[in-house]
């Protein structure tokens, strides 16, 4: 078995992996069925606003302005108008997702359970819009959730403390972000192999690296190479930028800044931009470290495969394409642009789903009380059961000698 | 032996291995797929949103009948809506009004840990999906033939032999290496969480104390595992540890199969551990550097000596000298002298006659899905329900056979 028969056995590939052209097709149907769903709501609430007696319902703003498109007969147009586009909805998933991370900063947290927080809210709006689940209602209960499952286990009454938010709020949404997420909660993150890749680069700077078989070359060797790599002639290191790296302390420098820079990377820029949903955790992690040092990082990659495997130029061309990505970075709208997008999704949330913590609080006492009255329910279920199953074999006609 | 650990082909370095792959063109291997595109590993799924997507998981299973009722969860039998044949147990996880902090722990641990978990020795989560009233439901492999335990403690009626407690050690192991290669600790293995499919193929289940292995400097906690199964670092309160946790609980397991009665017993944590003390040795600086240094070790008013051989020749001697070389690298005091779950597999005793028997020819008396049902429905750590427990609470003085 190998490494790659064990990703690909993760969820993370089998459900949360795609082609860029899969990805933004998965999120603009999102998109169209939430927004579609609004516009019919509105339609059907704006012929209802339309005859008066039903008018004294009308909750805020946004009833009057619909009885007005209604008064104005063809409203349709404006109703499109009034939606967030999709870009709009991506552009505010994304703001979230950086307030995610200063939450999760202001914490203390470990970046593992804010890189999988994040991954999760990422996740979560692929199958959901914010049209219906806005991202200001959903961010920290999300982030409650990683906390459960990379065991960090900050307790509800602590987190809603610090978070500022009421317990109500960070738990009735659990259940809608856990679905959304089809309970699948484990994330590989490129985070936990850069340590590792730090690792190895040291101990081929001491040219004690332990070298796979196929390179063809000793740590010895291996060291004398990395001794002799030129700088990012790009980074503007000043004088430094010229001199090469001549003894093992100031290489070990060199890689330790490298490692310093990937790791922000990693806890930032790869955290906001589509690259998980793209990528590997490895080609992620190395894509990381070639944006901060590109000759030593093609150096290492050619310590792990033979010079002539026919991988290597696919697996180069993979990290480079995901390093454009890293270097290109996430694009965050400002306070106010995120500010006018808010108000423009008041206008066209999904108005079903205005309280979850009404309807969750609805949902439970619901469950309680189909508890106590489970033993009907159980043989209501079975009676249709049984009455299905017979339809079922009716389709067929009967089973001989089954009637009598 | 496709799921064979020879196969690995890791370096065998002590850093981490970060070999890097391109993303395979394989299609992914679930039956709805129609991914056919070449060079790309996903065609783009039929946008849906997330609420659908879980009714329409829920219209593919029936509950047919209720076979166990806990205050954690009940369970059913059920089937295939696709397949009628097909029989699948459903966990119903209850709405637990004790719990304050949403989701439960052992619920989140077991779906995270068992959607990743894909081999003939775990037990298959096929789904998972939620009931209208926000009860989680888990749609488990079918385990129809009991548990372990139920086997082990039929003294009366089932009887077996050194080839048939390889064949289910065999399974067992495979098992926890495979959740150890992807990163998993179980932290709660004991013969009523391995429960015995149809065709007689033992599933490793209850991941409900279930982690991925942490990150260096984090910090684990140190009350899992059922008492006679937890390993002495474990009762030392140790914060920081390995796969090996599980391997003593296998040891454990193992000695258990050739006893039929639990190896360590005791009624309280400490007597529990001064029975590992007792049985395999008193834990020193000597045996097992820094043990001292953990926070609920107790310096121990008589030191034993750590047993040698012979002790478990007398014990174990159906398992023949090399079975027993086994057992012992399990019980190693110190973790970092305990084998791991990979050194178990390449031992030598698997390779020695008897060959295993084959899943077919097991002893398959069990107490049938009535078991299975009382299995699922316990929360992770937790001893079986009062009756079954009391039948087989016995005890030995490990005190008489020293000398």
Known sequence: MTED?????????????????????????????????????RRSKRDVVSRPSAEGNGVDSNGAEEGRDASGGVANAADEVECLTLAEAQQLVDFYCSKAIELCNHLKWPAAVKATALQYLRRFYLSASPLTYPPSTIIKPTIFLANKTENHNLSLDEYAAKAKATRDQILAPEFIVSQGLRFTFDVRHPLRGLPGAYMELLSLADGTAEVLEGV??????????????????????????????????????RIHTAYIAANKALETTALLTDVYFLYTPSQIMFAALLLADTPLTTFYLTTKLPPASPLLPRIRAAIESCARILRAGPHIVSQAEASRLKAKLERCRDQDKLDLVGLDRALKRDGREEDVVTESVAKRRKLEREMSAREGEELFGPEIGRRA | MAMSPTETVAPSSNTKNTVVRTKPPKAPQTSNSSATNHDKPRTAPAPQLFESLNDEEKRKYVKDKQVGKGTYADVFVGHFASSPSTKIAIKKIRFNADFKDGISMDTIREIRALQELRHPNIIALYSVFSSKNQNLNLV??????????????????????????????????????????????????????????????????????????????????YNMTTRFYRPPELFYQARHYSGVVDVWSVGCVMAELVLRFPFIQGDTDIETANKISETIGTPTEDNWPGVTQLKAYLAPTNVVPVKRKPFYMDLFSSLGSSGV??????????????????????HEWWQQEPRPSRKEDLPKRGGGVEVMGDDLKRRGGELPAEGRADKVARKIDFGAMKK
């Not at chain 1, 690909?8 to 097709?25: D, G, I, K, N, V």
């Not at chain 2, 004991?190 to 990150?215: M, Q, T, V, W």
């Not at chain 2, 070389?325 to 390449?346: H, I, Y």
Request: glycine residues 4%; aromatic residues 8%.
């Open chain 2, 325 to 346: 070389d086994l057992m012992m690298s399990m019980f190693a005091l110190d973790p970092r002298k305990r084998a791991t779950s990979k050194q178990v597999l390449q």
């Open chain 1, 216 to 253: 063809g070359k000793t740590a010895e060797e291996l060291q004398e190479e990395l001794m002799a790599l030129p700088h990012d002639t790009k980074k503007a290191n000043g004088a430094s930028a010229a001199e090469k790296a001549a003894d093992v302390p100031s290489l070990k420098r």
């Open chain 1, 5 to 41: 028969e064990v990703y690909r056995a993760s969820t993370q590939y089998r459900l949360w992996s795609f082609t860029p052209h899969a990805l933004a097709s998965l999120r603009a149907g999102t998109h169209a069925l939430a927004a579609e769903k609004v516009t019919a709501a």
């Open chain 2, 140 to 221: 488990l492999e079918y385990c129809p033939r009991g548990d372990l335990m139920e086997l082990i403690r039929d003294t009366d009626n089932v009887h077996y032999g050194t080839a048939d407690i390889k064949a289910w050690m065999g399974m067992l192991c495979r098992a926890v290496w495979f959740c150890h290669e992807n990163f998993i600790l179980h932290r709660d293995i004991k013969p009523n969480n391995l429960l015995i499919a149809a065709d007689g193929e033992l599933k490793l289940a209850d991941f409900g104390l279930a982690r991925s292995f942490a990150e260096p400097e984090t910090r684990m906690t």
